[in-house]
């Protein structure tokens, strides 16, 4: 079945530092991905549409000057976190959707734990 | 926007109990309906979904779940749980248009004990 791979599984860095997440639909292309951010014992709150090839959609609230999305081709998605602080500290999950309509089911990756010190 | 609600943050049963999860939603157009699982320590994974057609979809592990377009509900069911099930399910819906994310409900914690 369709794979999305995620990486790195767990990030521990110092406040001010950036970090990226790479999001990559291992057997199927994905011209939209998605990011979400979970919260322990919370919902997957969605941040943003990855779009490839033009600029993501971000929803309300969601910095994106602060969390830097690329989409350089079908396959991979990127979300970088700029001088993360630990408000930024979360779980961060990636999503890609098999190709087709709307009711194809999205793929999630293992998700990213940051943590900011 | 869509909105989904999980009426029950935590349910404990004990194992061949019955399970039913409530999950309603609200958005006044067409929508695709989702119930995803996630084990500790693991991805989120597809259970079953529902579209179009017969309300009653089936999906893997002998959870059903039931569309009732009335009440804005999508619940979950299964008729005897498994220890094997404990784990947090998760309602989602999107529009059936274009492509458009899911938007998930708080989740339910299950744990199934011995």
Redesign the interface.
């Given at each position: 079945g369709a794979v999305?791979s995620q990486h790195p599984s767990w990030v521990i860095c110092k406040s001010g530092t950036s970090v990226k997440i790479e999001c990559r639909s291992l057997d199927f292309q994905a011209?939209?991905m998605?990011w979400?951010r979970q919260f322990p014992k919370?919902?997957?709150?969605?941040m943003a549409?990855s779009n490839e090839g033009s600029k993501a959609t971000y929803e309300q609230g969601v910095e994106k000057d602060k969390f830097l999305i690329n989409h350089a081709s079908l396959t991979l998605s990127t979300l970088t976190v700029t001088s993360a602080h630990p408000e930024d500290s979360s779980f961060y999950?990636c999503?890609a959707?098999d190709p087709g309509?709307?009711?194809q089911?999205?793929?999630?990756?293992?998700?990213t734990r940051l943590s900011i010190l | 926007a869509q909105s989904v609600s999980q009426h029950n943050h935590h349910v404990i049963l004990s194992e061949a109990a019955s399970l039913e999860l409530g999950c309603n939603y609200s958005y006044g157009g067409t929508v695709?309906l989702?119930w995803?699982v996630q084990y500790p320590g693991?991805?989120?994974?597809?259970l079953l979904?529902y579209?179009?057609g017969d309300p009653l979809v089936k999906g893997i592990k002998g959870f059903e779940a039931e569309f009732i377009k009335s009440k804005f509900s999508f619940n979950l069911r299964k008729p005897s749980v498994q220890w094997s099930d404990t784990a947090e399910y998760?309602c989602a819906v999107?529009?059936?248009?274009?492509?458009?994310?899911?938007?998930?409900?708080?989740?339910t914690r299950l744990s199934v004990i011995a």
């Open positions: 999305v011209t939209t998605f979400y919370q919902s997957l709150m969605l549409t999950i999503s959707r309509p709307s009711s089911p999205q793929h999630f990756g293992d998700g | 695709n989702f995803y693991q991805h989120l994974q597809l979904k579209f179009s998760f999107n529009r059936n248009s274009g492509n458009t994310p899911l938007v998930f409900g708080k989740g």
